[in-house]
């Protein structure tokens, strides 16, 4: 299979001397056509890895190569055959829908015959065809992330990051995001890569999964041999015995004080 | 369709959405404003003052005040032009949007262009109006053709390029701030202390003492050589020496070669700016973190301890040294109370004050003290309704919101007003230490009623953003309220003494009145 996402000893250091490992050594690779989640905890460095591959943020050390172009010496192009949804995504709220599609698709150089269509199926896709015309200001926050992955899909690259996709939607529209994913990855081959904490999504969407902590990736493989490899039988087990979490009997320790009243 | 140019469509469709039903006809309808200002009113104006003044002009642009007073009037405009895209940018201190430019393939010049080009049309506008009323004054003093075009490209080249440095120092200052919490802050904190270096430069010039500078032969000359650092003054220098030329039979020896190498200069320096903003737009539009360091609380030192003293120590004090540390720890609440400070000192400095009793020497605090109370207490509702919320899920928590807020106020404002009245007073010829004391008793007295009054407001009619033109709202009725209420108390009483007495009094009513009525209104909202 074609790797289309190739990371060498990828890092990204903050502070002094570096003492901050945000990606730390991130060996990984990524096929053509599959679907691949990059889980881990709060502060783990799934964005930062993102953001390194979408040559947002350069890299302390090692690269990456996106398509065959290296995010260090061909920026640009890394740019153009990806799409990227952030998790906190910034919107111009004073523009309407599809004038922000429009924007975003001169940005990417999405040619001018083609662009109008493009967005009204965009906005069909995503039931917003009615507010075309609304503020963006005026969405609710599923409407709003709605709008940002059509903004991801308006230049139709073949690779996709999606940072928590799914995270402030309701479950109608999650499930819808879910259907969409499958069915770019599917239908219309598109690689995708997925950071998220909500375990049933990435276990439910992706091919792959990688597991980050503290910068590093400590596992990687399918939910089923990363099951097998911490001999846990569901991927929050799995998840927890690998990063790490709150013991039971510590849950209620905090009452143990006595001669206190409230 | 090139990358700046769709940033720049972006960015004027931004700028100009509350009026995008008339968009469309907007450039017509600007058209046809400036015409009318610039071809009309400003002519018309000119005619008229000079009708009036004719040979105070002449007597102005002949004398040696010209140039510097020149100088400082193109350096206010520049300095405008510089801060208020910075202004504008920092009101609203978010990083997101870089997100979108750098994961799209566009260089981060084309941005930086992009954003200025996109701001341009309404800065143009400014533009047009500022040389057109300038070249309006011009050229009745018998100023030609060619030294008029020349002129006009002053304005633009010294305008255009204060915006162009503008443009770089928002961008980098959102960048920079825009990523922490901390940076935010003082990125809402900037906007105040930015104005305060132009607010003293012109009350130095209405106050009368940098203007009596420039006319001394002794001092103007170090003013000019001082402004002559600024691009603005070599543009000044152009039509002060065009002006000179015009009404000076003799004229101005080696004229064309000062100009060329004025105007020659401002070329260059218009065109540096543009090739450093182009070098440094790469840092400007940049996500990489600058730095990890997390603010950290100390423990309570002896300023909290004594605090929760005031406060009666157990849940009260505790509650109060809270209030004071979220209101303490933001720089944008600082920034405020500087800016009203530095009000207060500008004004004492340039104004003077009259010093021939008690009284007369704290009239300018009555108006000021107000201001700063409405500033401090404005805070109570920016947090938003949630964090009303907070206290009125706790039993009892309203009363004890507005007591806390009441005192915690006061104690931010009072140590500023004791100082100043001290200040004020210990000047006054033959002060007693009894009237130091009950001077500044009764303007503590004035301080707390404002506050009340301040805190009764804000609760009745809540900001719950921290747009400073909702805030400047309430702060408004504040200030009006204090006018009304001197002007009330000196026309009933003629005494100083006892008007101020009355002055007192009426604040307090009014204070204890809206912050009954705050209270209660503090349980209704939703």
Same mark, same amino acid.
Request: aromatic fraction near 10%; include cysteine.
């Given at each position: 299979?074609?790797?289309?996402?190739?990371?060498?000893? /990828?890092?990204?250091?903050?502070?002094?001397?570096?003492?901050?490992?945000?990606?730390?050594?991130?060996?990984?690779?990524?096929?053509?056509?599959?679907?691949?989640?990059?889980?881990?905890?709060?502060?783990?460095?799934?964005?930062?890895?993102?953001?390194?591959?979408?040559?947002?943020? +350069?890299?302390?050390?090692?690269?990456?190569?996106?398509?065959?172009?290296?995010?260090?010496?061909?920026?640009?192009?890394?740019?153009?055959?990806?799409?990227?949804?952030?998790?906190?995504?910034?919107?111009?709220? +004073?523009?309407?829908?599809?004038?922000?599609?429009?924007?975003?698709?001169?940005?990417?150089?999405?040619?001018?015959?083609?662009?109008?269509?493009?967005?009204?199926?965009?906005?069909?896709?995503?039931?917003?065809? +009615?507010?075309?015309?609304?503020? /963006?200001?005026?969405?609710?926050?599923?409407?709003?992330?709605?709008?940002?992955?059509?903004?991801?899909?308006?230049?139709?690259?073949?690779?996709?990051?999606?940072?928590?996709?799914?995270?402030?939607?309701?479950?109608?529209?999650?499930?819808?995001?879910?259907?969409?994913?499958?069915?770019?990855?599917?239908?219309?081959?598109?690689?995708?890569?997925?950071?998220?904490?909500?375990?049933?999504?990435?276990?439910?969407?992706?091919?792959?999964?990688?597991?980050?902590?503290?910068?590093?990736?400590?596992?990687?493989?399918?939910?089923?041999?990363?099951?097998?490899?911490?001999?846990?039988?569901?991927?929050?087990?799995?998840?927890?015995?690998?990063?790490?979490?709150?013991?039971?009997?510590?849950?209620?320790?905090?009452?143990?004080?006595?001669?206190?009243?409230? | 369709?090139?990358?700046?140019?769709?940033?720049?469509?972006?960015?004027?469709?931004?700028?100009?959405?509350? %009026?995008?039903?008339?968009?469309?006809?907007?450039?017509? !309808?600007?058209?046809?404003?400036?015409?009318?200002?610039?071809?009309?009113?400003?002519?018309?104006?000119?005619?008229?003052?000079?009708?009036?003044?004719?040979? &105070?002009?002449?007597?102005?642009?002949?004398?040696?005040?010209?140039?510097?007073?020149?100088?400082?009037?193109?350096?206010?405009?520049?300095? !405008?032009? %510089? *801060?208020?895209?910075?202004?504008?940018?920092?009101?609203?201190?978010?990083?997101?949007?870089?997100?979108?430019?750098?994961?799209?393939?566009?260089?981060?010049?084309?941005?930086?262009?992009?954003?200025?080009?996109?701001?341009?049309?309404?800065?143009?506008?400014?533009?047009?109006?500022?040389?057109?009323?300038?070249?309006?004054?011009?050229?009745?003093?018998?100023?030609?053709?060619?030294?008029?075009? $020349?002129?006009?490209?002053?304005?633009?080249?010294?305008?255009?390029?204060?915006?162009?440095?503008?443009?770089?120092?928002?961008?980098?200052?959102?960048?920079?701030?825009?990523?922490?919490?901390?940076?935010?802050?003082?990125?809402?904190?900037?906007?105040?202390?930015?104005? !305060?270096?132009?607010?003293?430069?012109?009350?130095?010039?209405?106050?009368?003492?940098?203007?009596?500078?420039?006319?001394?032969?002794?001092?103007?000359?170090?003013?000019?050589? $001082?402004?002559?650092?600024?691009?603005?003054?070599?543009?000044?220098?152009?039509?002060?020496?065009?002006?000179?030329?015009?009404?000076?039979?003799?004229?101005?020896?080696?004229?064309?070669?000062?100009?060329?190498?004025?105007?020659?200069?401002?070329?260059?320096?218009?065109?540096?700016?543009?090739?450093?903003?182009?070098?440094?737009?790469?840092?400007?539009?940049?996500?990489?973190?600058?730095?990890? *360091?997390?603010?950290?609380?100390?423990?309570?030192?002896?300023?909290?301890?004594?605090?929760?003293?005031?406060?009666?120590?157990?849940?009260?004090?505790?509650?109060?040294?809270?209030?004071?540390?979220?209101?303490?720890?933001?720089?944008?609440?600082?920034?405020?109370?500087?800016?009203?400070?530095?009000?207060?000192?500008?004004?004492?400095?340039?104004?003077?004050?009259?010093?021939?009793?008690?009284?007369?020497?704290?009239?300018?605090?009555?108006?000021?003290?107000?201001?700063?109370?409405?500033?401090?207490?404005?805070?109570?509702?920016?947090?938003?309704?949630?964090?009303?919320?907070?206290?009125?899920?706790?039993?009892?928590? &309203?009363?004890?919101?507005?007591?806390?807020?009441?005192?915690?106020?006061?104690?931010?404002?009072?140590?500023?007003?004791?100082?100043?009245?001290?200040?004020?007073?210990?000047?006054?010829?033959? $002060?007693? %230490?009894?009237?130091?004391?009950?001077?500044?008793?009764?303007?503590?007295?004035?301080?707390?009623?404002?506050?009340?009054?301040?805190?009764?407001?804000?609760?009745?009619?809540?900001?719950?953003?921290?747009?400073?033109?909702?805030?400047?709202?309430?702060?408004?009725?504040?200030?009006?309220?204090?006018?009304?209420?001197?002007?009330?108390?000196?026309?009933?009483?003629?005494?100083?003494?006892?008007?101020?007495?009355?002055?007192?009094? %009426?604040?307090?009513?009014?204070?204890?009145?809206?912050?009954?009525?705050?209270?209660?209104?503090?349980?209704?909202?939703?």
């Amino acid at each position: 299979m074609k790797v289309l996402i190739q990371t060498d000893r /990828l890092s990204k250091y903050y502070g002094k001397g570096g003492e901050i490992k945000a990606v730390d050594n991130l060996d990984l690779e990524v096929y053509e056509g599959e679907t691949f989640g990059l889980l881990g905890p709060n502060g783990a460095g799934k964005t930062t890895a993102i953001r390194l591959l979408n040559c947002i943020i +350069k890299p302390t050390s090692g690269t990456a190569r996106v398509m065959g172009h290296d995010i260090l010496d061909d920026d640009l192009e890394v740019k153009r055959v990806t799409g990227l949804l952030t998790e906190s995504p910034g919107l111009y709220e +004073k523009l309407s829908a599809y004038e922000f599609l429009e924007f975003m698709g001169a940005l990417y150089d999405v040619p001018e015959d083609i662009l109008p269509r493009r967005i009204e199926e965009l906005l069909k896709l995503f039931g917003l065809q +009615k507010r075309r015309d609304y503020l /963006l200001e005026g969405y609710s926050r599923g409407m709003k992330q709605r709008i940002l992955i059509a903004s991801a899909l308006i230049h139709d690259p073949p690779i996709l990051f999606l940072d928590e996709p799914t995270s402030t939607l309701d479950p109608r529209a999650a499930l819808m995001v879910k259907n969409l994913v499958r069915k770019l990855a599917e239908d219309a081959g598109k690689t995708i890569f997925i950071c998220s904490h909500i375990l049933p999504v990435v276990e439910e969407l992706c091919d792959r999964i990688g597991i980050i902590n503290k910068g590093r990736l400590v596992a990687l493989g399918t939910v089923d041999s990363i099951k097998k490899q911490t001999r846990k039988d569901t991927l929050e087990d799995a998840f927890i015995a690998i990063t790490g979490g709150v013991r039971k009997k510590e849950l209620l320790s905090w009452r143990e004080q006595r001669g206190t009243s409230a | 369709m090139r990358k700046w140019l769709v940033i720049a469509r972006n960015e004027y469709r931004i700028l100009t959405n509350s %009026i995008r039903r008339i968009r469309r006809y907007f450039p017509i !309808l600007a058209i046809l404003l400036l015409v009318f200002l610039v071809g009309f009113l400003a002519p018309l104006m000119a005619g008229w003052i000079y009708g009036l003044l004719h040979d &105070e002009f002449l007597a102005f642009f002949v004398s040696i005040a010209a140039m510097g007073t020149m100088q400082l009037v193109l350096f206010m405009f520049f300095f !405008l032009f %510089i *801060t208020y895209p910075v202004n504008s940018s920092l009101k609203d201190v978010r990083t997101e949007e870089y997100e979108i430019f750098l994961s799209a393939p566009v260089k981060p010049s084309d941005v930086l262009l992009g954003k200025f080009m996109g701001i341009l049309p309404l800065y143009a506008i400014a533009i047009a109006a500022i040389t057109g009323f300038f070249t309006a004054f011009l050229i009745p003093l018998g100023i030609g053709v060619i030294e008029t075009i $020349i002129i006009i490209a002053v304005f633009v080249l010294t305008f255009l390029s204060a915006i162009w440095i503008g443009t770089l120092i928002a961008a980098i200052l959102r960048s920079r701030l825009g990523r922490t919490s901390r940076g935010k802050d003082i990125g809402k904190a900037l906007p105040l202390i930015i104005v !305060l270096p132009i607010i003293a430069l012109m009350y130095a010039l209405m106050g009368g003492g940098l203007t009596q500078a420039l006319s001394d032969p002794g001092t103007s000359g170090t003013v000019q050589t $001082i402004m002559n650092i600024f691009p603005s003054s070599w543009g000044a220098g152009i039509m002060t020496l065009f002006a000179h030329a015009a009404i000076n039979s003799i004229g101005v020896p080696n004229l064309w070669f000062e100009v060329l190498i004025r105007f020659g200069g401002l070329v260059l320096f218009f065109l540096g700016t543009l090739w450093l903003g182009e070098r440094v737009a790469s840092r400007a539009y940049s996500l990489e973190a600058m730095s990890f *360091t997390a603010s950290k609380a100390k423990p309570d030192g002896t300023f909290y301890r004594t605090v929760r003293s005031i406060g009666g120590g157990r849940s009260f004090g505790t509650l109060l040294v809270s209030i004071f540390k979220d209101y303490g720890r933001r720089f944008e609440n600082l920034s405020k109370i500087i800016y009203v400070v530095g009000l207060l000192i500008l004004v004492s400095v340039f104004f003077g004050m009259d010093r021939s009793e008690p009284g007369s020497a704290l009239v300018m605090g009555l108006f000021i003290f107000p201001f700063l109370a409405a500033f401090v207490v404005g805070e109570v509702t920016v947090r938003g309704k949630e964090s009303l919320f907070l206290y009125r899920k706790a039993p009892g928590g &309203e009363g004890r919101l507005v007591k806390a807020r009441l005192l915690q106020s006061c104690l931010v404002v009072f140590p500023i007003a004791m100082v100043y009245s001290i200040l004020s007073l210990i000047l006054v010829q033959n $002060i007693t %230490i009894l009237d130091v004391l009950i001077f500044t008793g009764l303007l503590l007295l004035i301080v707390t009623g404002f506050v009340a009054f301040s805190l009764g407001l804000f609760l009745l009619m809540p900001v719950f953003t921290d747009k400073p033109a909702e805030l400047m709202g309430n702060v408004m009725i504040v200030m009006i309220t204090s006018i009304v209420v001197f002007v009330v108390s000196f026309v009933l009483i003629k005494d100083f003494l006892g008007s101020l007495l009355l002055f007192t009094a %009426i604040v307090w009513m009014l204070g204890t009145a809206f912050l009954y009525m705050g209270k209660m209104n503090l349980s209704r909202i939703e």
